[in-house]
């Protein structure tokens, strides 16, 4: 849930399209960022967010919504946690066009706006997002031509898949092969930075040449989106190939506050490079010793999964086909704590995420993540953060996690 929090908030910041982030039932706001709830139309009308989730039932990959100009896109996680992009509009609205949306979706503030986005750019995000959280691809293409799509966005679909096969066809002739972009991520997943340095030399000139997709028109902010992109995809891959989630966070943000120093295209290719190998090498000490840490790494992925769902160490161990005591034992001594409080630990930090990025409540924050009472939950977060969950979420909030800007 951190790296979707992550993704969700870097994505936000290169692309200024709003996200709401919603557990599988509609009913539980995971994060927020571009609108207040009481801004946002998915949380103002129930019948667009039905409409939303009706489209992600019937399919698997990332859907589009079309009403007159205006956009909204949605997929997945792994979880059937909901990611809802939007609203953009196509084309400028005026003072009138923003009234009569604000009166459609029973949105009463004053301030309400919509971004100008094409929807080339609105697919090129959902395409980038649902890669980065479940290694699946897609192309604009496949989110723009969903099968399952619903028969009032048919003709309006089938005019822009027309348009946009025939702006492309063309380019995509000579585009990077795809099947390139996967060895990237596996040899960065499988810890192998000689690999990584070979393919990187070889096809460079593929970057260089722009025959990776186009994200911008200017080829400086084009190249400073792909090095984006790469620096994601490459902490995704290390972290599948066993590095830490901290560690490999703490160097993406590192290597993204670089790339905002970078003064032309040739020091993003040399960052690009440096983050690929960086990632490889950390993956490769990971290896060294992952027979020893097997067990401890599968402990922790489980807990990752199941932190808003109540578990024993022995339904822990049964997961994982190990004795509890021998599993209690080693975890102890690699993590310096037990399974229990590394767990408690864990759920504290979702919770800390959860107060600065979402607008639930502390209560419905305490159950979700199935602390016993909100008093209980309250006491163990002053414990470790210091504070308590009131005083931390107005502390730490930030306005612009709420309140996007074009």
Do not use: W
């Not at 009913?27 to 927020?32: I, K, P, Q």
């Not at 723009?144 to 898949?161: A, F, R, V, W």
């Not at 992109?229 to 560690?247: F, H, M, P, V």
């Not at 983050?275 to 990971?286: C, D, K, M, N, P």
Request: hydrophobic share 35%; aromatic share 10%; with cysteine.
């Amino acid at each position: 849930m951190e790296k979707t929090f992550y993704l969700l908030e870097r994505i936000y910041r290169m692309t200024h399209i709003p996200v709401l982030y919603l557990d599988k039932t509609g009913g539980f706001t995971l994060f927020n960022i571009g609108y207040d709830s009481s801004d946002n139309p998915f949380m103002t009308d129930e019948a667009l967010l039905q409409t939303l989730m009706d489209r992600l039932h019937q399919s698997e990959l990332p859907v589009l919504e079309f009403e007159e100009n205006i956009l909204y896109g949605a997929c997945r996680d792994s979880m059937e946690n909901m990611i809802l992009f939007g609203p953009v509009s196509t084309l400028p609205l005026t003072v009138g066009n923003l009234k009569q949306y604000a009166y459609r979706h029973k949105i009463k503030s004053d301030t309400f706006r919509i971004s100008t986005k094409s929807i080339d750019e609105l697919c090129s995000t959902l395409a980038i997002f649902f890669y980065s959280i479940t290694g699946k691809s897609v192309t604009e293409i496949d989110i723009i031509s969903d099968p399952k799509d619903s028969s009032d966005n048919k003709e309006m679909q089938h005019s822009l898949y027309e348009n946009y096969l025939l702006k492309n066809t063309e380019i995509d002739l000579s585009r990077f092969n795809f099947s390139t972009e996967i060895d990237f991520v596996k040899y960065i997943k499988n810890g192998d930075p000689d690999s990584v340095k070979r393919h990187m030399n070889q096809h460079l000139p593929a970057f260089q040449e722009g025959r990776v997709g186009k994200l911008a028109q200017k080829p400086f902010k084009q190249n400073e989106y792909l090095a984006c992109t790469a620096i994601t995809l490459a902490s995704r891959a290390a972290i599948e190939g066993g590095l830490d989630s901290l560690t490999s966070y703490l160097m993406s943000d590192l290597y993204l506050q670089r790339l905002e120093n970078c003064k032309d295209i040739a020091s993003i290719y040399r960052l690009v490079l440096e983050v690929q190998l960086s990632y490889a090498e950390r993956v490769q000490q990971v290896n060294q010793n992952k027979s020893q840490l097997s067990y401890i790494e599968q402990c922790k992925n489980y807990i990752a999964r199941n932190l808003n769902k109540r578990f024993t160490v022995e339904d822990l161990a049964k997961e994982i086909q190990i004795n509890k005591s021998y599993l209690n034992r080693k975890f102890s001594k690699a993590e310096g704590m037990g399974i229990q409080q590394y767990a408690q630990l864990k759920r504290i930090e979702a919770a800390a995420n959860m107060l600065k990025f979402s607008d639930e409540s502390i209560l419905t924050i305490s159950n979700y993540l199935c602390f016993a009472s909100q008093s209980h939950f309250g006491r163990l977060f002053k414990e470790h953060m210091g504070e308590t969950p009131k005083v931390y979420r107005e502390k730490n909030r930030l306005l612009d996690f709420k309140k996007g800007t074009d």
